[in-house]
């Protein structure tokens, strides 16, 4: 995913990559480039959901600077400069960090999946159904135990436990066990 072009069509915004993912893999395992672009669905204010199997893990969301001009898009853990941006310096992410990034299942019907992702040297918790956003950054308290929000009010708690070879196999959210997926 090294160039993304999006453009106006039809009244929506339209991701066009010229890099990276293409789309599925046909049933020769070759994949399918996207010659027409993904029609964006917008899920909040620059949010948006591409429907395609290549880009549908995460939300495509754009930054902008004081001026409220675009400067850089995330995907999950990748982030985009836009084209003639300098990019702002980003913290070292934690090295412990690699231990617990990853995806969590639940058998809880409300609360089914979690992922972590570390990102420009922040760690981001990624789940549907959370509220108000569904990426939001892990702040590590005492006692190695984060806030799942970067403001002081934000009540929910995840920790992170019973590391087998260099990984986190449960995060536990709020009580709830989550159990690391490998795939």
Request: charged share 25%; with cysteine.
């Amino acid at each position: 995913m090294d160039t993304l072009e999006f453009v106006a069509r039809d009244g929506r915004l339209v991701l066009v990559p010229t890099a990276g993912p293409a789309g599925p893999a046909s049933q020769t395992g070759v994949e399918q480039p996207l010659t027409d672009g993904i029609a964006l669905e917008r899920r909040g204010d620059d949010t948006f959901l591409a429907p395609h199997p290549a880009w549908d893990a995460f939300h495509l969301r754009f930054e902008r600077d004081e001026a409220g001009e675009v400067v850089a898009l995330s995907f999950g853990p990748t982030w985009y400069l836009r084209a003639g941006r300098a990019a702002p310096p980003a913290p070292e992410p934690d090295p412990s960090w690699r231990a617990l990034v990853g995806g969590y299942r639940s058998h809880n019907p409300w609360m089914p999946t979690l992922r972590v992702i570390e990102r420009r040297g922040r760690l981001y918790l990624v789940a549907p159904w959370q509220y108000p956003s569904d990426e939001l950054e892990l702040v590590l308290l005492d006692g190695g135990r984060y806030r799942v929000g970067s403001l002081k009010w934000c009540p929910d708690r995840v920790s992170f436990d019973t590391v087998i070879d260099g990984r986190a196999t449960r995060a536990v959210f709020n009580g709830q066990p989550f159990f690391r997926t490998f795939t």
